[in-house]
């Protein structure tokens, strides 16, 4: 585990160049002079799964809407595959293979999951076949219920939707922003062996998470977030076990959670 302040962890970070989404520095939010963002720095490389936690108003959600070109940057940067995206919209986005799925309104009610995930592709309906196939391999219940519609499915079946339509893009990075957010603890665990799979897969995945101890437990590396900075990071192992975030952050956020 590292304070992000650390003049060797930012040396370590710098010495590699293979990042597939990078933010430097990212200052930015939603009303004029209102930074939610203040200099938020994280990298992804190949293959990981990326943790973001923190307390309630650390500046979560509000990143992955940076990078996904819903809030307004005012400073730093956004990078995939060292191409500067920096407030690109997310028509754009989507096209150059980053995909997210939302906390709220994921899904269309009144649309079927065939129809949703088609949606997902709009850009290229051509290859609706092929990639309905691959979501499918990850979520059999999207593909043995596709006639039915999204509307009448429970939230965790809900979220498999929203997750399988940002994947129909075939994307190199897919951030997810609190997956688990009013799952049962049940959902909850499914959602999250589906992320796993997901990367697995050979996705990147940034993912924003409530449940900081869960989110912990599987991802490879994460980043704790406070007042719009990146506070800490290091492997999940490292932050669960480190006393300093324990007291400052996790403490609080199990508390934040109900626990």
Known sequence: MSDTSSSASGAATAERTDAVLR????????????NILNGCSI??????????????GAGKSTLLKAIFGQVNIRGGKVTLKGEDITGLKANKLVAKGVGMVPQNNNVFPTLTIEENLEMGLFQKPSLFAERFEFVATLFPELGSRRKQRAGSLSGGERQMVAMGRALMIDPSVLLLDEPSAGLSPVRQDETFLRVHQINRAGVSVIMVEQNARRCLQICDRAYVLDQGRDAYTGTGKELSQDPKVIELYLGTLAADQGH
Do not use: R
């Not at 990298?43 to 309630?56: R, V």
């Open 23 to 34: 933010t430097e520095n990212l200052v930015g939010g939603y009303l004029p002079g209102v």
């Open 43 to 56: 990298d992804a490389y190949p293959g990981e799964l990326i943790g973001i936690i923190g307390p309630n």
